[in-house]
Nanobody, 116 residues
Framework: QVQLVESGGGLVQPGGSLRLSCAAS????????MAWYRQAPGKQRELVAS????????NYIDSVKGRFTISRDNAKNSVYLQMNSLKPEDAAVYYC?????????WGQGTQVTVSS
């Protein structure tokens, strides 16, 4: 059973940067299109960025285009999210998971706080 562990969140000032990491157990991870999601208090979880299994194609929601970069290292069973020029509205708990159903059991997520 694949498990997901997110890390790298923290408190950052507006305009700052963070790099999130997601480590997955299980080799089958390499076959999945993976994604980063976020959920802010009182809001639904939303898909932020996705990357195909080989890493050749990525997609982003409009609000993070040009600021966030998703990448993966299949040799390390890991997916990353580089977040630059962070805004207060980016604050949320960030999760990684497959892009499509059936989902892997959700990890605990990593909290991103953007505040001066």
């Amino acid at each position: 059973q694949v498990q997901l562990v997110e890390s790298g969140g923290g408190l950052v000032q507006p305009g700052g940067s963070l790099r999130l990491s997601c480590a997955a157990s299980g080799k089958i991870f390499n076959f999945y299109t993976m994604a980063w999601y976020r959920q802010a208090p009182g809001k639904q979880r939303e898909l932020v960025a996705s990357i195909t299994s080989g890493g050749s194609s990525t997609n982003y929601i409009d609000s993070v285009k040009g600021r966030f970069t998703i990448s993966r290292d299949n040799a390390k069973n890991s997916v990353y999210l580089q977040m630059n020029s962070l805004k207060p509205e980016d604050a949320a708990v960030y999760y990684c998971n497959k892009e499509s159903f059936p989902m892997i059991r959700w990890g605990q997520g990593t909290q991103v706080t953007v505040s001066s």
